[in-house]
């Protein structure tokens, strides 16, 4: 069995690393430049987090080569990196048998599509899942163990991917049919994750945390279902599971970026100190212009975008949120088993 991972990032070389002993051959595939010569030599990494690779870990910028031979590939470039990179696939010689898994969590600008969308639409004939769920890189580097779920069309794909990416007490896998739920439940967290960095730098309170939780998932479900999510998926690992873990915890991207916000910095320069990609920034503007087009109130997730694109203070931002008309708090009924 060989596996090839599309990208050098933290995420990706952290799989390569916790599926090492899953598969006789790993390939990772990055652009020439963001390959560095120590990843390439050595086989590791020390920025952000130290990734560690075995020796059988092949690090490559030749594309075709690297998917050759490959029963599972899996994307874990930026979102909007996902299109050029499928239509490189096909350049590359993609077979219909290989599985490709997408492992970004965002929407595509401008067109406000899902990631799978997007492969669909440069690749329909591939065979193809989607993994989400609570997976910080820095706790899987630690050996803490998570669960994820693995989401696609057809059972069976989902059932193979289960089987071989599921690591005993480290990786839990779970299959679900929902793409649609599963994808919109592991983009969207990350806005309302910046609205909890946010939050925790204003020392506003564990109440505000569990309140700005609350409501973010709220405005989830709203646009999710509107675009035909199950709701129960998104309460499951993909939704509530990726929300609590993200909104919580300063390995979060996201939630770092929320953070500095909230100390009064402009995005540009949390951007270029973060040096690495927060995809919560994009989707809080794919999420307002989807909510817009779909009627739907968003007041949480406006309030981060005002934030993230405009020179409105803190402050007024939470005054914004606590001073909005009384309304009454929806309930959701739950289809699960």
């Known amino acids: 069995m060989k596996l090839t991972?599309?990208?050098?990032?933290?995420?990706?070389?952290?799989?390569?690393?916790?599926?090492?002993?899953?598969?006789?051959?790993?390939?990772?595939?990055?652009?020439?430049?963001?390959i560095s010569d120590e990843l390439r030599t050595q086989k590791r990494t020390t920025k952000p987090l130290t990734v560690e690779l075995d020796k059988k870990t092949e690090?490559?910028?030749?594309?075709?080569?690297?998917?050759?031979?490959?029963?599972?590939?899996?994307?874990?470039?930026a979102?909007?990196?996902?299109?050029?990179?499928?239509r490189q696939l096909k350049e590359a010689g993609l077979k219909d048998n290989q599985i490709l898994v997408n492992l970004s969590k965002g929407l595509e600008l401008p067109s406000l599509k899902r990631m799978s969308e997007v492969i669909k639409e440069e690749l329909p004939a591939s065979k193809l899942a989607?993994?989400?769920?609570?997976?910080?890189?820095?706790?899987?580097?630690?050996?803490?163990?998570?669960?994820?779920?693995?989401?696609?069309?057809?059972?069976?794909?989902?059932?193979?991917?289960?089987?071989?990416l599921n690591v005993p007490s480290k990786f839990r896998l779970y299959t679900n049919s929902?793409?649609?739920?599963?994808?919109?439940?592991?983009?969207?967290?990350?806005?309302?994750?910046?609205?909890?960095?946010?939050?925790?730098?204003?020392?506003?309170?564990?109440?505000?945390?569990?309140?700005?939780?609350t409501r973010g998932m709220a405005e989830i479900i709203r646009v999710s279902t509107a675009l035909g999510a199950n709701p129960s998926t998104l309460y499951g690992l993909s939704g509530m599971g990726d929300l609590i873990a993200t909104c919580s915890s300063p390995f979060s991207r996201n939630y770092t970026v929320g953070s500095l916000l909230g100390q009064g910095k402009k995005i540009n320069d949390i951007l270029q100190e973060l040096?690495?990609?927060?995809?919560?920034?994009?989707?809080?503007k794919a999420l307002c212009e989807l909510a817009h087009k779909l009627n739907i109130e968003v007041p949480v997730s406006s309030a981060i975008?005002?934030?993230?694109?405009t020179d409105i203070t803190p402050v007024e931002i939470l005054n914004k949120l606590m001073n909005r008309k009384l309304k009454q708090e929806e309930n959701y009924h739950l289809n699960s088993k």
């Open 305 to 309: 975008y005002e934030a993230l694109y």
């Open 79 to 86: 979102t909007s990196g996902i299109r050029p990179v499928c």
């Open 130 to 164: 989607v993994l989400s769920g609570p997976t910080l890189a820095k706790e899987i580097l630690n050996g803490c163990p998570t669960a994820a779920s693995v989401a696609s069309d057809d059972t069976a794909t989902a059932e193979y991917i289960q089987k071989y």
């Open 178 to 213: 929902d793409v649609v739920g599963v994808e919109l439940g592991g983009s969207l967290k990350n806005v309302i994750a910046i609205a909890s960095g946010f939050a925790d730098a204003m020392k506003l309170g564990d109440n505000c945390r569990g309140t700005l939780l």
């Open 5 to 34: 991972i599309l990208g050098p990032g933290c995420w990706g070389l952290t799989l390569a690393k916790l599926l090492n002993n899953n598969f006789e051959e790993i390939t990772v595939w990055g652009r020439t430049e963001d």
């Open 275 to 284: 040096g690495s990609v927060a995809e919560g920034v994009k989707t809080s």
């Open 59 to 77: 690090i490559t910028d030749n594309l075709k080569e690297a998917i050759e031979g490959s029963q599972i590939i899996l994307l874990v470039v």
